[in-house]
């Protein structure tokens, strides 16, 4: 059974950072892209960035490039999400998702593998 399991989110003042983890188990993932969303309240799910478990090459939304790092340990199967310089905006329940094959997609319908998410509040 495919499981991935998010942790790390929290309460952070604007200006700090956080990091995100999602273990990933039930099967290989080698062929697999691996990608963080998240989705505030009365909001559609935004894509934030994106990496292929094999080579590691990544793929950011605007929204986010230059403040939040994805990144993977494959002895670990474990993606992360580095986030700094957060801002209230970022306020949100943050999901890592999973599906087959290396192209970018950055439609949530497109992923076969969700986690259950983990709160990231921002205050200001």
């Known amino acids: 059974q495919v499981q991935l399991v998010e942790s790390g989110g929290g309460l952070v003042q604007a200006g700090g950072s956080l990091r995100l983890s999602c273990a990933a188990s039930?099967?290989?993932?080698?062929?697999?892209?691996m990608a963080w969303f998240r989705q505030a309240p009365g909001k559609e799910r935004e894509f934030l960035a994106g990496i292929t478990w094999s080579i590691g090459s990544t793929y950011y939304a605007d929204s986010v490039k230059g403040r939040f790092t994805i990144s993977r340990d494959n002895a670990k199967s474990t993606v992360y999400l580095q986030t700094d310089s957060l801002k209230p905006e970022d306020t949100a329940v943050y999901y890592c998702a999973a599906k087959l094959g290396v192209v970018i997609r950055t439609t949530p319908g497109l992923y076969d593998y969700w986690g259950q998410g983990t709160q990231v509040t921002v205050s200001s």
């Open positions: 039930g099967r290989s993932f080698s062929r697999y892209y």
